[in-house]
T-cell receptor, first 111, second 112 residues
Framework: QKEVEQDPGPLSVPEGAIVSLNCTYS??????FMWYRQYSRKGPELLMY????GNKEDGRFTAQVDKSSKYISLFIRDSQPSDSATYLC???????????FGTGTRLTVIP | DADVTQTPRNRITKTGKRIMLECSQT?????MYWYRQDPGLGLRLIYY???????NKGEISDGYSVSRQAQAKFSLSLESAIPNQTALYFC???????????FGDGTRLSIL
């Protein structure tokens, strides 16, 4: 079983829709949770970073962590064509030397 | 200028050749990492280095070696390339106590 599971999609939504992206994980020691956005032919760029459980909001983006269910989500409100990219979840634990990544969900926002 | 620069951006080579991928950073971070990205498998860690004298194997280090020439430079070598090493390779940097890592734009490597 992979430590981090992410639905690869692809996911296609109309402009203005609310997008929900999700990951599940198996290691209860994970405490640091990240979402990266990766455009075609570019490296991943950090979008959201949260520690432990709870919500974090940044503009149109909201990250949620539910440690009891081992489930994290990224919500995008009022989605724009410029949001079209692959979204990667990543997580880690205290003392770990690397991040554990999901496989990424490819999102297309149609004008 | 990019904070994390990878060269070359694209490379096509033949089985058995030696290849070096280079990474330099201007972020001043101590930690540097090499990942490979494959469809359906996500990003997997190859090697990481916490300072010039510290080199550590990651999840998939077989067939690869690295060199940390300076705080800002970290290179990845494939001593004898094989086709299943065809992938997208990313260098990343980070600071101690800071979990997130910052990525370069990758090297697309094809081995025929």
């Amino acid at each position: 079983q992979k430590e981090v599971e992410q639905d690869p999609g692809p996911l296609s939504v109309p402009e203005g829709a609310i997008v929900s992206l999700n990951c599940t994980y198996s290691n209860s020691a994970f405490q640091y949770f990240m979402w990266y956005r990766q455009y075609s032919r570019k490296g991943p760029e950090l979008l959201m970073y949260t520690y432990s459980s709870g919500n974090k909001e940044d503009g149109r983006f909201t990250a949620q962590v539910d440690k009891s269910s081992k489930y994290i989500s990224l919500f995008i409100r009022d989605s724009q064509p410029s949001d079209s990219a692959t979204y990667l979840c990543a997580m880690s634990r205290t003392g770990a030397n690397n991040l554990f990544f999901g496989t990424g969900t490819r999102l297309t926002v149609i004008p | 200028d990019a904070d994390v620069t990878q060269t070359p951006r694209n490379r096509i080579t033949k089985t058995g050749k030696r290849i070096m991928l280079e990474c330099s950073q201007t972020k001043g971070h101590d930690r540097m990492y090499w990942y490979r990205q494959d469809p359906g498998l996500g990003l997997r860690l190859i090697y990481y280095s916490f300072d010039v004298k510290d080199i550590n194997k990651g999840e998939i280090s077989d067939g690869y070696s690295v060199s940390r020439q300076a705080q800002a430079k970290f290179s990845l070598s494939l001593e004898s390339a094989i086709p299943n090493q065809t992938a997208l390779y990313f260098c990343a940097t980070g600071s101690a106590g800071e979990q997130p890592q910052h990525f370069g734009d990758g090297t697309r490597l094809s081995i025929l």
